[in-house]
């Protein structure tokens, strides 16, 4: 299968427990729970690849729901949570498809596009949705069991660092991989650390503490998040200049 240049790419999981929402999503119509989100990116001509581990469907305008082998993950990482899988899923496409050159990676269900985004994409820059608290208030980041030297990093700089959010990531393949690699080589990194008996790297059941801190650490003096990305978190806002609207 051969993917377009410029596209959006969501996940989508089902029959594995949600254990921030605690949503039954064992019996889901992907389809009607991404369609708001495909419509507005058929607006804009944008195709749109939600990847499941459920099986492919046959593509509707410009959307494709496309089953991706949850084999290579759970033989790997068999205690990962979905938020974690997510990230897995993301990069594996990414890199079997060297065919894409600028993609957004968006949640599914809470997501649309507003303003076309990809002909302000900079090489080497990393675009992300923000919401409206800092770091050292947000319960998904601080009060977490995620390694120490993340903790600490969080403690030191959370009342100065607005949360960003993993919903709304863009950038250029080569730059999204880069980001979801280093949280894959420090998710690896912690599993077996923990593993060996070093309790200051358990890991926790969100994601949010190491795509803050990965985005952050490493890519601090490219990254780009605000009102030009995204609308205001939670702000339901359907007029905006923003890329993509975030509820």
């Not at 990116?41 to 990847?51: A, D, M, N």
């Not at 997510?86 to 050159?101: D, N, T, V, W």
């Not at 991989?177 to 790297?201: D, H, P, R, S």
Request: hydrophobic fraction near 40%.
């Amino acid at each position: 299968m051969k993917v377009e240049p410029n596209i959006v790419i969501s996940e989508f999981i089902t029959k594995m427990e949600d254990v921030l929402y605690h949503k039954d999503n064992s019996n889901v119509d992907i389809l009607s729970k991404v369609a708001q989100q495909a419509d507005s990116l058929k607006r804009f001509q944008v195709p749109y690849y939600v990847l499941t581990n459920e099986p492919s469907q046959k593509r509707i305008d410009n959307l494709n729901i496309t089953n991706v082998d949850f084999k290579k993950i759970y033989q790997n990482y068999p205690d990962m949570t979905l938020y974690f899988c997510r990230i897995f899923m993301a990069i594996y496409f990414l890199q079997a498809h060297p065919e894409i050159e600028k993609a957004a990676l968006t949640d599914a269900t809470d997501v649309t596009m507003l303003n076309y985004p990809f002909d302000k994409v900079k090489p080497n820059v990393l675009y992300m949705g923000v919401e409206t608290n800092f770091l050292f208030v947000n319960d998904l980041v601080i009060d977490r069991d995620d390694p120490e030297y993340m903790t600490n990093f969080f403690l030191e700089n959370g009342n100065l660092l607005p949360t960003l959010n993993l919903g709304i990531i863009v950038g250029t393949r080569a730059t999204l991989i880069e980001y979801l690699g280093t949280m894959v080589k420090l998710l690896t990194e912690a599993k077996l650390k923990f593993k060996q008996g070093n309790a200051a790297y358990h890991l926790g059941q969100y994601e949010m503490g190491i795509s803050n801190y990965v985005a952050y650490k490493y890519f601090s003096d490219r990254l780009v998040h605000g009102r030009e990305v995204s609308t205001v978190f939670s702000g339901f806002q359907t007029h905006s200049s923003a890329w993509f609207k975030h509820k």
